[in-house]
């Protein structure tokens, strides 16, 4: 009991407490206090890439047919549906609950574990969310733009929703060792298949940008806010205080 409140209702309540008691305000569309480290991280991130994962990525790749590669995300994709699952409740989302709820229960039991995607076949599109957007829904403000070691673009609402999403997923406590161990491992395999098939945009946004820094960070902001407002019309102008300097692409 005690281990399931540490692992999943404290978080959330926590969380939760952080919106009640923070409003979300309009975000300041080009406030960036921490540029100065994040330029440090972004070359960083970016070195990284460079040196180990756009050439894994194109190795792994050039070595795994398209079929397999498509398997593999499917099956990474998965195994994220019960935390989604969650956050859709935490939403009062209940429609998408249900419908992620029969997408992972169809992929998994006629879709091989979700190798295969029979779910949207069959109309049942992922109704893709995270904990970074239920504290959007609880209004809690977006806080900071940074860019995160290894991971990238994120915002300071968005990063605390990545670290939640680990804790309260509820196959964490489902698998247990080896399995879990096949779930990370299917999971970074995935990441280098989306760097694969990405490649040209990705290359292009950090070695042919003027400022790959202000780029990603306008993209980042850009979809992640479409993203959580619904519709282009709904979601909030991102002013980029460098477009004067380099353009707009």
């Not at 994962?53 to 099956?75: C, H, K, M, Q």
């Not at 609880?138 to 991971?151: C, H, K, R, S, T």
């Not at 970074?188 to 490649?199: E, I, K, L, W």
């Amino acid at each position: 009991m005690f281990r399931l409140f540490f692992k999943f209702v404290l978080p959330i309540s926590a969380a939760g407490w952080l919106a009640a008691c923070s409003p979300a305000p309009a975000p300041d569309l080009s406030f960036d206090p921490l540029e100065e480290q994040n330029r440090e991280v972004h070359l960083a991130n970016r070195d990284l890439d460079r040196f180990v994962v756009r050439p894994t990525s194109n190795a792994y790749g050039s070595v795994l047919p398209a079929p397999v590669r498509t398997g593999i995300g499917n099956f990474a994709s998965n195994l994220g549906l019960p935390g989604m699952v969650l956050n859709n409740l935490l939403q009062f989302r209940v429609e998408d609950a249900g419908a992620n709820t029969m997408r992972f229960l169809l992929n998994t039991t006629l879709g091989f574990g979700g190798l295969l995607d029979i779910a949207t076949d069959a109309g049942l599109a992922e109704r893709s969310t995270d904990f970074g957007e239920t504290l959007y829904v609880w209004g809690a403000p977006e806080g900071n733009y940074i860019e995160l070691p290894v991971v990238g673009p994120s915002t300071e609402r968005h990063a605390v929703g990545r670290v939640v999403d680990t804790i309260i997923n509820p196959l964490n406590s489902v698998l247990q060792s080896p399995e879990r161990g096949y779930a990370t491992v299917t999971g970074v395999a995935a990441r280098f298949g989306d760097r694969y098939r990405f490649s040209d945009f990705v290359d292009n946004v950090l070695y042919e940008s003027e400022d790959s820094y202000a780029q990603a960070r306008l993209l980042y902001l850009q979809n992640r806010r479409f993203q959580l407002s619904g519709s282009q019309a709904e979601a909030p102008d991102y002013f980029d205080p460098y477009e004067d300097i380099y353009g707009s692409e």
